[in-house]
């Protein structure tokens, strides 16, 4: 099993580009999470999917959005990237809900100039 | 208030002694707490989960809960270098990470 995978590891965009975060689990997990973790900082939750089909705002979803028309992919969409949006950025998966183990990917480091 | 707090550090001990993690939470409804362990430039693995009040230990890891102390620690016992990274205290179900405690084990 791969378990969570993220493409890409790396990009720098300019200011007001667009881009796709993708995310893929192989785990047949129902619960998708994305999160950014920003220098120094915790994890924030950006959005998140309870199965194909549903997803959910998180703490910080200003600026993203997301689809999931599969269990196993959930990607993260960036429209006119800023600044602000520099980040790394995790996807996570889960079984049972949020109250369980959440494996994670390893990663996106984003840059935008 | 933050929802999870986390002593920053750095957190400096020396090889084969405890080193004690400590979190706070304000949220009463919080009824899960993970530990993850995240070394620099990798993504968070979990080291332990805790659901009820008391102790639980795994290996050299001890989480410990008080949910009317809204307070949860983590305790590694016998530490190593290898041990060097940063724990994030998260309590759920509403998603919430701390920012982290970074641990420094001197050999």
């Known amino acids: 099993n791969a378990g969570v995978t993220q493409t890409p590891k790396f990009r720098i965009l300019k200011i007001g580009q667009s881009m796709t975060l993708q995310c893929t689990q192989d785990m047949n997990h129902n619960y998708m999470y994305w999160y950014r973790q920003d220098p120094g900082m915790g994890l924030k939750l950006i959005y998140y999917?309870?199965?194909?089909?549903?997803?959910d705002k998180g703490e910080v979803p200003n600026g993203y959005n997301v689809s999931r028309s599969t269990t196993e992919d959930f990607p993260l969409r960036l429209e006119l990237a800023a600044p602000s949006q520099t980040s790394v950025y995790f996807c996570?998966?889960?079984?049972?809900?949020?109250?369980?183990?959440?494996?994670f990917g390893p990663g996106t480091r984003l840059t935008v100039t | 208030q933050k929802e999870v707090e986390q002593n920053s550090g750095p957190l400096s001990v020396p090889e084969g002694a405890i080193a004690s993690l400590n979190c706070t939470y304000s949220d009463r409804g919080s009824q899960s707490f993970f530990w993850y362990r995240q070394y620099s430039g990798k993504s968070p693995e979990l080291i332990m989960s805790?659901?009820?009040?008391g102790d639980k230990e795994d290996g050299r890891f001890t989480a410990q809960l008080n949910k009317a102390s809204q307070y949860v620690s983590l305790l590694i016992r016998d530490s190593q270098p290898s041990d060097s990274a940063t724990y994030l205290c998260a309590a759920l179900p509403k998603v919430t990470f701390g920012t982290g405690t970074k641990l420094q084990v001197i050999p």
């Open positions: 805790i659901y009820s009040n």
């Open positions: 996570a998966s889960s079984d049972l809900g949020p109250s369980y183990e959440q494996y």
């Open positions: 999917s309870v199965g194909a089909g549903i997803t």
